[in-house]
């Protein structure tokens, strides 16, 4: 390999490096755009779950409710009936059997009475924390619209950007060696991102540790592209004229 072509492909290699981590954290952004997205639609979702909950239980106790008042007014007949008896009766002791009757039927009316009105009152609770739900939702909606809006408007832009990132990318990568592309994608990989680092004051800047004499002056002389013996990461370093 020509020390032209080295230097060459070297400089591909750090400019694609600088392009990945751009791409890299582009599409970190992007992926918190959307996942900022998923939240959103998963906060209405929770509170249109309590809402359906809500309303569930309310048409529930209703149902109960309606079951209270179908007793109630049948012991009000009941009542009304016994007691349309009492002057029509003859005997002392029919007529207070029928008394009995009439304070029975009193005493569970008054009994359905308020157990109608503890429904009630737990029907009219429920109402209004529905009613406070269904305000949140109006809200979260009316945020969520707007701020849907700005969203999908930077996705958009997002995706501008990487496809004119990407075809610069391929502007660095294809013009390399197939070796050379496969060893630079598996680096990048196995090293948290960084493939190429500098070789500076005979040490190796990607891992810290010191390279060996002889490998730390052949990268001055461009005969190949070196790698690190301990990291294996490529390695370049800045001469005078850069």
Do not use: W
């Not at 290699?13 to 996942?35: C, M, W």
């Not at 309310?58 to 349309?84: C, H, K, M, P, V």
């Amino acid at each position: 390999m020509g020390g032209n072509n080295v230097h060459e492909h070297m400089e591909l290699l750090k400019a694609l490096q600088d392009l990945d981590h751009e791409l890299n954290g582009i599409r970190q952004e992007r992926r918190s755009l959307e996942q900022e997205q998923v939240e959103l639609t998963g906060a209405m979702v929770r509170i249109q779950t309590m809402i359906d909950g809500l309303d569930e239980e309310i048409g529930t106790l209703q149902s109960q409710n309606d079951e209270l008042e179908q007793g109630f007014a049948q012991e009000e007949a009941n009542i009304s009936r016994s007691e349309g008896r009492l002057p029509e009766i003859k005997t002392q002791k029919e007529y207070l059997a029928v008394l009995k009757e009439v304070d029975t039927a009193k005493k569970v009316a008054k009994d359905l009475q308020t157990a109608l009105e503890e429904k009630q009152a737990q029907i009219d609770a429920l109402i209004v924390e529905k009613d406070e739900k269904l305000k949140q939702l109006d809200e979260l909606k009316e945020r969520s619209a707007a701020r849907e809006a700005e969203i999908s408007a930077a996705l958009k832009e997002f995706d501008k950007t990487l496809e004119k990132k990407a075809s610069q990318r391929s502007k660095h990568f294809d013009p390399l060696p197939k070796q050379m592309q496969k060893r630079y994608a598996l680096l990048m990989e196995r090293r948290g991102g960084i493939a190429v680092v500098e070789a500076r004051e005979g040490n190796c800047t990607g891992c810290n540790m010191h390279l060996p004499p002889q490998l730390f002056n052949s990268l001055f002389l461009d005969p190949q592209i070196q790698s690190c013996p301990h990291c294996n990461r490529l390695l370049f370093v800045l001469k005078a004229e850069d």
